[in-house]
């Protein structure tokens, strides 16, 4: 077999690992908008401090340590212990529910009712607010996030490859774990949506919040379990690129990763975010092994967004989005 065909094989599989993370951001976005009608600015951002207070948990960090000495002149940064990472994991998700609720009581329970643009500009102020609590909190020097996740090139697989294809398929093991882990979330997140009570009551409020208050559905109850299930992907998402590449600001701007995925697959739609984030991760990996040599690399940082612009002018409703016709 070829050797330029067996290495697009493997830029193909790497694409779909890629496109199950993407397709992971993607659903925080897609909940909070089913839910809500709220586009979330700062999911991207909630990934971020999920990841920071994960870090800051489990090497003991105080939080606010900056401030706290610079008012009490004191020089103590560190409790003196280390957390589990399992434990540490369930206590920052703790503060992503709280989050959540905050988010909801203070924030978004002011502004049922107003246009979208509203809600989407008092996303945009949380997500800046939320960075500005995440530096004070924890510091905004790059840190290392070990979960215990198991990391490096899968030799198994490149031996295995190699004896059948004479190549070897170089492949990291936490890509591995990472797209499991993601592919088991979407799967439950899918069932979740699609058979608990909670998930009809969720999709109940995203058609009509009138018919939902009707038979006795609570809104806010509604409101903020999507906003703590869309935490719970952004810690997900957080310990996934933070383990990879360090947790540091940058990580907020996985949330541009999504964007041109909602745009293929449809802002309402789960399936729809899975769709778009396989075919997002395969088209990027696949372009910039075919075209990327010939117009220099880096075709990875706009592809998606040139092919998100294509379906914004022909489809802009997404392949798996709903049709909206305004009468007037």
Request: hydrophobic share 60%; proline share 3%; no cysteine.
């Amino acid at each position: 077999m070829p050797e330029q065909l067996v290495f697009a094989m493997e830029v193909i599989l790497n694409g779909l690992m890629a496109g199950v993370l993407y397709a992971l951001v993607a659903l925080g976005f897609v909940l909070i908008y089913k839910a809500s009608g709220i586009f979330n600015y700062a999911q991207g951002v909630m990934a971020l401090f999920a990841a920071m207070t994960l870090v800051g948990i489990m090497n003991g960090q105080v939080p606010f340590a900056h401030l706290i000495n610079a008012i009490l002149g004191t020089h103590v940064h560190y409790f003196g212990w280390n957390v589990p990472a399992l434990l540490a994991i369930i206590l920052t998700m703790a503060v992503m529910v709280l989050l959540a609720w905050a988010v909801q009581r203070f924030v978004m329970r002011h502004l049922v009712g107003q246009e979208p643009i509203i809600l989407f500009m008092a996303t945009i102020g949380l997500a800046y607010f939320l960075e500005g609590v995440a530096d004070l909190m924890w510091g905004s020097e790059i840190k290392t996030l070990d979960v215990g996740l198991p990391q490096g090139i899968n030799l198994w697989i490149d031996e295995t490859t190699f004896n059948i294809f004479g190549y070897g398929f170089f492949i990291d093991n936490l890509d591995i774990v990472a797209t499991i882990i993601a592919a088991l979330l979407v799967a439950a997140l899918v069932a979740f949506s699609q058979y608990t009570k909670q998930g009809r009551a969720m999709r109940a409020v995203a058609d009509d919040h009138q018919a939902a208050l009707s038979v006795g559905i609570s809104l806010n109850f509604i409101w903020i379990m999507v906003w703590s299930v869309a935490g719970f992907v952004a810690l997900v998402a957080g310990i996934m690129w933070g383990t990879k590449s360090g947790v540091q600001f940058s990580l907020s701007l996985i949330a541009l990763k999504a964007l041109p995925v909602l745009m293929l697959g449809g802002f309402t739609s789960i399936p729809g975010a899975i769709v778009g984030g396989l075919i997002i991760g395969v088209g990027e990996k696949l372009f910039e092994f075919a075209i990327g040599p010939l117009v220099g690399g880096a075709t990875e940082n706009w592809f998606a967004y040139v092919l998100a612009l294509i379906f914004l002018v022909f489809r802009p409703q997404g392949l798996f989005g709903e049709k909206i016709i305004e009468r007037v």
